[in-house]
């Protein structure tokens, strides 16, 4: 197994850990030739979020990448976002960023080797890793999920969390309403009162769908845990290009965020009374 | 093929969105002011540095609001001892109108008294949050509309800000008169000052402390703020080589009279000051009794803020008080 990559947008990558250390501490790194996945999972796999973030490895890793291994030259491993995050953070002022899988005393690490952009100083950073097997892999893939029943384009995602952040001092849960006539509603109700937030004139991406469109509903809505869905609102730091948002009834609501030439895709449990 | 491969150039439509109110109405104020208002209202909200939580339940202030064709007001009292109070006029609105219940045929015999304000107890962060659930920048676009059906009814507010719309219905409950105080018997001090001076005498305390000592006499220096506590004595005093009309922009000072207050109830009677306060009034009474009147600005409107405090029982001494006896 051997992997050899130039490390190419380190800044973005380091932004991209930052925010996935809002969800979890450690994560899950699927390196194929094509691309570089990152799986975070939060907590239980019942009740937690999960997080798919895809990069290209053409933009990240550029020419001077070299991946072999006996699983059709992909290769996947646990590592700890605190410990990457670190070393990111110290390349912030490198052009010249080299990883490497290592072996040291039979343990795998990725090793670092990190030059600073003026060429007196070289960083060698090692972080332990866990190698899985691709049956370990199978079991993180992505839920299988039928057509969504509805789905919007979000607005502006930090006025969104502004709003559910003053909305969670009302109760723990969120309602959250797509209409495919535009329109999105966020509401939290208690015995004390309710707040009810509503938007008009949003966009739907077009989905390819089965259904044909006498059979799509109007609208549909999904109750999720309002902590979760503020974790997973802070992406807005990273100022994505575009935020949709599917609800899956009965089963999840799913967040598919594109910053740049990196999607994100969150899937959120939804609360079923 | 992943719902990702599903995605591609968006399409858009546009509707209005179907809202309406089918309660009757008794309570309509608009504003596009909505930073201001909740400025104002925060001014008397009082921070228990001890019973700060960060969960949900503990989100309540729970206040008086009267309404009346004339104001809305929120006041609230802490025991007997505290008191806060501020209110809006209805000429600060774009829109304002309140309809008092009309007096039926049969309420004439019995000779009741017409309520002139609506009154109901409701809780106060939750329409500070309400105001504030765009952002609380200056320079939001964000109109609100206040409205009330009536007793037993919900207090909403409708929100606006560029077409996103928001709705917060708040509940009310009974509630009671608030305190009233007698700022007068059997004899009392006025001054008038100019809130960056009163900013200033308070501004250097040492909050630490648990009481406050404030002084005001005829004579000068006038008038006198003391703390004692863990960093030692603290006294402030005003100039006492300047006449009272050159401190104070007026002044009824009729004998020399000092109390003992608990330092964290003034603590916000000050921290008002700070939110564009012009000038304050305040009162002390030889019962203990002492009133801050501040006068907040927001554009050309003028909103009267006002706290209530009492003084500690002059039975409660300790040895701590033989340092602050006045001379």
Redesign the interface.
Known sequence: MKFRAKLYKSKILLKLVQNMMKIHTECVMHITPKKIRFIVNSGDIEDGIQVFY?LPSESFFENEFSIQSIANNEIQFQIQLENLRRVLLSAINSNDITIRLTKKQSEPYLHFVIKSSSSTVVLYQDIPIILLTTQQLAMMT?PI?PD?QVYI?M?DIK?IQ??ID?M?????QLVITISM???LTLQVES???????????L???????NKGKDQAPDSSSAIVDIKKILKVLHIHQLKPEEV?C?IFEGKCL?F?VIIQDV?A?YYLPIIIK | MSIRDKFSTPTQSNQMPHSALEQDIVFIAKTDNTQDISKILSTIVKHDSETKKKDSSAHNLFVTCKISPQTISFSYDEGKHFQANCSLKSTFFEEYKCELPVQSASNNQDGTMLPTAYSFKVNLLMIIDGLNIFGSEADNNTSVQFVYGGYGKPFILLLNENGVMATCSIKTMDTEEPNTFDLVQPVSNKIVIDSESLLEAFGELDYSSSRVRITLSPDAPFFKVQTTGNMGNFSMEFNPEKKAEEIFESCELNQSISHLFQLPLIKPCIKALAHGSAKTRLTLTVNGILQFQHILQTGSHLHPVIFTVVAISPHHYDENDENMQMD
């Not at chain 1, 969670?168 to 723990?172: A, D, T």
């Not at chain 1, 966009?203 to 769908?209: A, G, K, N, R």
């Open positions: 895809d992505e999920l969504p384009q607005p006025t502004n709003v003053k969670k001092n009302l109760s723990e006539k535009s329109q015995p004390a009162g309710s707040i009810t937030t509503h938007y008009t004139g966009s739907h991406p077009l989905i390819d769908t949709v599917c799913l598919h999607s895709t």
